[in-house]
Every structure is written in structure tokens, then in C-alpha cells.
């Protein structure tokens, strides 16, 4: 049977492998070009948000269970790579490691008793982990700086230039690595859980053992971003745990167009960039961003990355498989 | 000889309604085996009790010695008991090649499977079987009805099953395609598939099966070949006092 | 000992404003199975109104009450009508459609009022003693506005046509659609019903709280938990669910610190869903 050399689809692949070739060209490229501080952690910060929203995607975008506490795993690892830098002088190379394997472990544990229930439970208790620890936070300020926070970090690279190119390499591992897994089985297992759990249970696959693996990865990768995040800062605060952070990362991977990872990467960048290039409206930016999401949801739930897809689709005049 | 499906006592009350009560039955290798009844007559239930979505109140479901009673759907699967689903919910936005691909990564088939053969080449086999190997690249939401029907029997034979539920596979088809999935199953049928077959449409279904066993109001009224079934005045009378409603 | 006595009666009023917004929550998710969280919102939105009404455009209590409540109440049946009803069966969606609504609203207060809280004069001015606690008018008369209300509901919901046709639909909708109740009519009516009863509470509770942009959240989850200890769509559930919650909240803010009550309603979700999923969440799994 012709056509079907790997388990991958064919034409489509080959042009979003193609997409992120030119776009990680573009990343790396642009230093050259863009000299202004500020533009180079305005980009940090997208890349940091597409680590955020591509890793969210992974679980929630593929397989339905929507995780809105997606912050408990950024500030959890954050923190602890925070007290890891402050007590024991543990540079950045341990602590984001470490970060991001207590992240995972943390995706274990919480993912291995809530996994098993439906999707408004689970986003529930989702949420309340994230606000307990917010609370937890803001509430121990001896131990953990309270509302302040902690602050006196080691900084992650001496330049904002050095920011830009770690996070930017750590971004560019992150996308291959998760695009790369989404096409896989696994990938495809993830899928067929989102679209169907019962007949991916009927089908022989244990859907509660992909979903924890998927949340594993998801709150590890997390992880290693709010500790990253924290040298870069050089200070952590309660503000890394709140829901508001939870609901960007979210509304960033739906606007772009939920389990795709593609789409995320989009969503991060735009929202990120609009964020700050709006940031004279003040907080009417979020009322930008929900309305956005409300316009996605209702006119193009597959988000930007669907919208696009179609419009190239028809722009080459390709066969049109999907509706 | 030994039986390779043994329910015994099964009930399950949903509320106040007796959905299923003392169901028996016995399924040895290579059976083709119907059940019929009115609507809500706890067929499809049944169904779920054997497969593990739901947990019956009562009884046992024994399957190759081994009681499957409160084993996870999943556990079952893999045990080689794979059923099919009466509305047929696919994975809408995957091709049908990888909607047959999942069961070929189940725990199951992963260790039968030969190591050098792909999992699409497997799922393509499956597709082939039910005659859908030329659609292998449609998405799942564009498929007519009928082929439908026969994606979800392939994707449940991908499961390699020892036996085979199917859950009204013929409602909701033309006589075309009902033809065509006559015709698949007494293929399977000759190559020693053990197969169960819950049906509404008893034209079809009688053509096929061996044995039939009759459910009314959730228990079983008669069980017998087609036409002692037929001839049967209980099973008579259930179906007829149904249609002067 | 004072302390009981206040403890008892706080508990108690909370207990109420709760349940003024639980059983809205508990409500839709019985009759519609979704979760609204957008939910939260409408308690805010009540507050808002209240002040727009009462301390800016000076109109008299009862009438600002009715308005507002009857302007949430066609808010809820608008995005229910626009946004759910074409979604209902992706649940998924629901949830971060009705979570974006919420923030759209959040944003929209932060931008019509500003960041500050925004306080509303009590309706009653003054406060008895009641077993040597001071006990505030505006506490009180709340705690008689949630209990009238959510008797009423009660009653609406077990007396009366419309009522028990919503509660027909909650039960089992395909046998209701067959017995000719319009299960769309009735998902509306339940949305509008449980915005109204949310404004209410946030319109009597804006006095004691002042009206924030974010006051949306707490009262949502703290409803989820409600709701989800005290059965799904169960009415009775709810109201002894509110109470317990309002009594271990004051009971916690008493013992530690107003900070550690916060937590309770977090935990006790966490706790529940963990430790008794089957008993809550089987809604008899099918094929």
C-alpha cells in the first residue's frame, strides 16, 4: 500500500517540520539583528510561555483532561530551585534538573489520584492544588518570603543575550522533543484518549496510565521552566503559583489550538507580544484575551493554527481531507 | 468440552428497574452465538457487564478459566474479550488506518505481533478483512455510515479476540452494506472467530448464528437453534405483543 | 462564651450566602451536567450592580435588588443561549468557554470600575447583641434573604409545573423529552434561576465585602465543594454542605488565622474527590 511509509501523516508533517526548521532559524538568528535589552527578554519571556503552553498541551490539549492548575508545577519546581540556589548553592545546572524531576514526581502523585476522574473534577482539583500552594505562599513568609518572595537567586547568564539563547535552546528542545512524541504512538494513544476514552479503553489501552505519563511530562517540563524562570528573574514570588498564570498558559494553548503543539507556540508568542505591546490599556488586556478565547472557542475551537491551516490548504488548492 | 465464556447469575437493577436478572450462559470455541429481544431488554447491558464497564450487582463472568467479574474494560480487552459499540463513536478526527493503529499498541497485541511488522502494516491487514483497506487514509468523520460499522469491527478484531462481541453491527444499514457484513462475518465465522452477536433485525441475524438465546424484560425466556427460537411462543409473543404497541 | 455564640452565628450566616450560590451550581450541573464557571461571575456581577445602583445612582434598595438580579439573570440565560447551548456535549470546551467568560467579566469590572473595592452602604445601618455578640443588621437581614430565597427555590422546584419539569429533565432527560418538557427551555430557565439566586447573594453581601474584580473565584469553588460533598443536583445536599462549610470556615478562622479559612473549601475538595471518587462521581458508566 503506497502513501503510508511511517506512521506519520504524510504531506502535513512534512511542512510543519519544515515551519519549525525556518522558525528555530529565526530564533536563533535574531540576536544578530536585535540588539535592545529589552526586546531580548520581551522574547525570553515568549519562549519561557511557549515552554509553558506546549507542555500544558501535552496533556490537556491531547487528551481532554483540562489542568488548570498548571502553575502548582512552575512555582512548586521554581521555589524549590529558589531554596536549592539560596541554602545549598546549587547552581542553575542542578537546579533545573532537580526542579523539574520534583515537577514530574509532583505530576505522579497528584496525577495518579485525580487522573482517574472527569474533566470538570479533575480541572477542579487541579486548580486547588495551584491555589493552595498560592495560598500556602503568601501565607509563610518566614520560610518563603510571604508576599515578597525570594529574591538574591544567582541569575541564569550574565546578559540578557545569554537568556535569550538558553531559553531559546531549551524552547527549541522542548518543541522538537514534544512534536516529535505527538506524532509517535504515544502521541497518537493521547489522541485517541481525548477523542474517545471509551473505546481507547475498549481497545485494550490503559487510558490511566498515558494520562499520568503525559501529566508526568507535562509537570516536569513545567518545572524545569519555573526554575529557569527564577534565574532569570533572580527572584521568585507567590505570583508564580496564581491561577491568573494557570489561565494564560491555558487561554495561550487554546488560542493557538489545543493539542497540537504547534498551535500553542503560536498562542504563547502572540498573546505574549499583544500582552506587552498593549500594556498601556492597563488590564483591559485580559479582557481582550478572554474575549479572545470566547471568539475561539465559539467561530474556530481548533484555534489559530486551524484557521491557518485551511487558509493555506485553500490558497495551494490542496484536496481538503478535513471539513 | 470446556467452555471458553461461562456467565453465571448475572443481574444488575439500575434504580428501581431490573435491568438484567440471573443471566446464564455458556460459550464454547468457535460459537456463533445471537441474542435477541425487544428494546431495553438488557441486552447491550449485558454487554457491559462481560466487558467490565459496568459491575454487575450479582453473578460471575468466567472467561477462559479465569473470572473477569471486576477486571477493568482494558484488562479484559487484553484477555482477548473485545466488543464492539452499539452507537458507533469512533475516533472522529483520526484516519481510519490509526483508528485500527490503538488496538495494535494495546498490551495485547504488542506481544503476538511479529517484532519486524509495523503497526500499520498490522492495521492495514484488519482493514483489508473487512474489505475498508482502500478508505486507510480517510478521516473517521468522513466515512459513510456502513463503513463505520466495519471500522469499529476492525478496530475491535485488531484486538486479536478470542471471542468477539458485536452490538447490533446491522442496525442502521441498507441492504447493501448489510451483505457486505454478512459476508465478513461468515469469513470469520469459517476461520473459528468465536463470535457473540446482539441484534434486533432477526432476518439477518438468524441466517448466521447457530444458537440464539432470547432475552425479555432482562431475563432469558429461550435459547435454542434459530428455529426452535422462532417457533418458541414466549419469544413469539414478546415480539409481537411489542409491535401491536 | 461569647465565642461559640459568634462563631455559631457567622457560621451560620455564611453557611446561607453559600447555599444562595451552591444550590444555583448544584442546579445547572444536575439539569445541564455541565459546570458553569462562569457562576462565580454572576455573584459578582450582582455586587457590582448593587453598588452602580445603590451608592451611584442613589435608587432605593428593593428596587436595585430586583434589577440586578433580573439583569444577571439575563446575562446567565444570554451566554447559555450563546455560548453553552452550542457546545453542551464538549465538555471540555464548556469549561474553558464558561472560565473565559468569568474573566472577561473580571476584566470588564477592572476596567468600568477600577482596581479598588468598591463599598456599598448596608441597607440597615446598625447592629443588636445577640448572646453578647455584635451582630450586624446587614448580616442578618442576608441570612433571612438566603434562607427565604432558598426555601422558595425548594419549593418552586417541588410544588410547582415549571419546577418539576426541570427537575424531570435533571433526572432523566431523554424519558422528559419523550413526556413532551422541552429540555432546552428548562436548561435556560435553570441558568437564569441560579444566576439570580448568585446575584442575590452578591447584591446582600456587597455591604458586608466590598465589590473587587476578582471576587468571582472563591465564591465558584467554594460552591464546587459544596456541591460536590453534598451531592450532585441534590438540593438538601447543598444546603447542609453550605452550612458545614460556613461553620468549618469560622471555626478555622477563629482557631488560626481568617488566612487557613480560606484554605478549607481547597482541601475539602482535594479530600473528597481523592478519597471517595466512586460515590460521588458514578453517574453509571455506559458504553
Known amino acids: ?323 | 468440552m470446556d467452555a471458553v465464556l461461562e456467565i453465571q447469575g448475572m443481574s444488575k437493577a439500575f434504580g428501581g428497574l431490573q435491568a438484567v436478572r440471573d443471566f446464564d450462559l455458556r460459550v464454547n470455541k468457535g460459537d456463533l452465538i445471537g441474542i435477541i429481544g425487544p428494546n431495553g431488554a438488557g441486552k447491550t447491558t449485558v454487554f457491559n457487564m462481560m466487558t467490565g464497564f459496568i459491575r454487575p450487582d450479582s453473578g460471575e463472568v468466567w472467561f477462559q478459566g479465569e473470572n473477569i467479574t471486576r477486571l477493568k474494560p482494558y484488562e479484559i480487552v487484553n484477555r482477548g474479550l473485545c466488543r464492539t459499540f452499539q452507537l458507533v463513536d469512533l475516533f472522529k478526527e483520526m484516519t481510519a488506518l490509526e483508528n485500527v493503529m490503538i488496538p495494535c499498541f494495546s498490551h495485547r497485541v504488542r506481544h503476538n505481533r511479529a517484532h519486524e511488522e509495523k503497526p500499520w502494516k498490522t492495521a492495514m491487514k484488519f482493514l483489508e478483512e473487512v474489505g475498508l483497506a482502500k478508505r486507510f487514509n480517510e478521516y473517521a468523520k468522513n466515512l459513510a455510515f456502513g463503513e463505520l460499522r466495519l471500522l469499529d469491527i476492525a478496530r475491535a478484531i485488531a484486538t486479536q479476540p478470542d471471542i468477539l462481541l458485536l452490538d447490533e453491527p446491522f442496525s442502521g444499514l441498507d441492504l447493501e452494506d448489510a451483505g457486505v457484513l454478512s459476508a465478513a462475518i461468515q469469513q470469520m465465522h469459517r476461520k473459528g472467530q468465536t463470535m457473540i452477536i446482539i441484534e434486533h433485525r432477526l432476518r439477518d441475524l438468524l441466517k448466521l448464528v447457530e444458537r440464539v438465546v432470547a432475552i425479555v424484560f432482562g431475563e432469558k425466556i429461550a435459547e435454542g437453534n434459530p428455529q426452535e427460537i422462532m417457533s418458541n411462543p414466549k419469544v413469539i409473543n414478546a415480539y409481537l405483543g411489542e409491535r401491536r404497541e | 462564651m461569647t465565642a461559640l455564640v459568634s462563631i455559631f452565628v457567622l457560621g451560620t450566616i455564611w453557611g446561607a450566602v453559600y447555599s444562595l450560590i451552591a444550590v444555583g451550581f448544584t442546579l445547572i450541573f444536575g439539569v445541564a451536567g455541565i459546570v458553569n464557571l462562569s457562576h462565580g461571575a454572576f455573584y459578582m456581577l450582582g455586587a457590582y450592580l448593587a453598588y452602580t445602583f445603590v451608592t451611584l445612582l442613589n435608587i432605593n434598595v428593593p428596587l436595585s435588588a430586583l434589577m440586578a438580579v433580573v439583569g444577571v439573570a439575563l446575562v446567565g440565560m444570554a451566554i447559555d443561549y450563546f455560548g453553552i447551548r452550542p457546545l453542551r456535549e464538549r465538555h471540555a470546551y464548556v469549561l474553558i468557554l464558561t472560565l473565559a467568560f468569568a474573566l472577561f467579566f473580571q476584566e470588564l469590572m477592572y476596567g468600568i470600575y477600577g482596581p479598588y473595592g468598591k463599598p456599598v452602604k448596608s441597607f440597615v445601618a446598625g447592629e443588636i447583641v445577640l448572646g453578647g455578640v455584635n451582630i450586624s443588621y446587614q448580616k442578618l437581614i442576608t441570612l433571612f434573604v438566603a434562607a427565604a430565597f432558598v426555601i422558595l427555590l425548594w419549593l418552586f422546584i417541588k410544588k410547582t409545573k415549571t419546577g418539576k419539569s426541570i427537575s424531570a429533565v435533571a433526572q432523566n432527560k431523554d424519558a422528559a423529552i419523550l413526556v413532551g418538557i422541552q429540555y432546552e427551555k428548562a436548561y435556560r430557565m435553570t441558568m437564569g434561576i441560579s444566576a439570580g439566586l448568585a446575584a442575590i447573594a452578591g447584591v446582600f453581601i456587597s455591604p458586608i465585602l466590598e465589590a473587587v474584580p476578582t471576587m468571582w473565584s472563591f465564591p465558584l469553588f467554594k460552591a464546587f465543594a459544596i456541591v460536590i460533598i453534598g451531592g450532585l443536583g441534590s438540593l438538601e445536599g447543598a444546603i447542609i454542605a453550605s452550612l458545614l462549610l460556613g461553620y468549618s470556615e469560622t471555626l478555622v478562622s477563629f482557631l488560626i488565622s481568617a488566612n487557613y479559612a480560606d484554605m478549607v473549601y481547597l482541601i475539602a475538595i482535594i479530600l473528597v474527590l481523592i478519597l471517595r471518587p466512586t460515590g460521588i462521581l458514578s453517574k453509571g458508566r455506559r458504553a
Open chain 1, 1 to 323: 500500500m503506497e502513501g503510508y511509509e511511517n506512521l506519520f501523516g504524510p504531506r502535513r508533517f512534512y511542512r510543519r517540520l519544515l515551519g519549525l526548521g525556518i522558525f528555530s532559524a529565526i530564533v536563533f538568528l535574531a540576536p544578530l539583528v536585535i540588539e535592545d535589552p529589552y526586546y531580548l527578554e520581551l522574547l525570553f519571556l515568549c519562549h519561557y510561555y511557549v515552554i509553558l503552553a506546549c507542555s500544558w498541551d501535552l496533556l490537556s490539549g491531547f487528551t481532554g483532561n483540562i489542568n488548570f492548575g498548571h502553575a502548582f508545577f512552575i512555582a512548586g519546581a521554581g521555589y524549590a530551585g529558589a531554596l536549592l540556589n539560596l541554602n545549598l548553592g546549587w547552581q542553575y545546572w542542578l537546579t533545573l534538573p532537580v526542579g523539574g524531576i520534583i515537577a514530574a514526581l509532583f505530576g505522579l502523585l497528584v496525577g495518579v489520584v485525580t487522573l482517574r476522574l472527569k474533566g470538570p473534577y479533575f480541572a477542579s482539583v487541579t486548580f486547588c492544588f495551584g491555589a493552595l500552594l498560592y495560598k500556602w505562599f503568601m501565607v509563610s513568609s518566614k520560610s518563603l518570603g510571604g508576599e515578597e518572595g525570594l529574591s538574591g537567586i544567582t541569575s541564569l547568564s550574565d546578559s540578557p543575550v545569554g537568556n535569550y539563547y538558553f531559553s531559546a535552546i531549551f524552547m527549541a528542545a522542548v518543541v522538537l522533543g514534544l512534536y516529535f512524541l505527538s506524532k509517535s504512538s504515544f502521541g497518537l494513544i493521547l489522541r485517541s484518549i481525548g477523542e474517545n476514552e471509551t473505546a481507547s479503553e475498549g481497545s485494550g489501552i490503559n487510558t490511566t496510565y498515558f494520562k499520568v505519563v503525559a501529566f508526568m511530562i507535562s509537570a516536569g517540563i513545567a518545572g524545569v521552566a519555573g526554575a529557569m524562570y527564577a534565574h532569570a528573574q533572580m527572584h521568585v514570588g507567590p505570583e508564580m503559583a496564581h491561577d491568573s498564570l494557570s489561565a494564560l498558559v491555558l487561554m495561550m494553548a487554546v488560542v493557538g489550538g489545543m493539542g497540537s503543539i504547534i498551535g500553542p507556540i503560536m498562542g504563547a508568542y502572540l498573546l505574549t507580544l499583544v500582552n506587552e505591546s498593549l500594556r498601556f490599556m492597563g488590564e483591559l488586556r485580559l479582557l481582550i484575551y478572554s474575549g479572545a478565547v470566547v471568539a475561539v472557542i465559539l467561530f474556530a475551537p481548533k484555534g489559530l493554527l486551524e484557521i491557518l491551516s485551511q487558509g493555506f490548504r485553500r490558497a495551494t488548492g490542496e484536496r481538503q481531507k478535513a471539513a
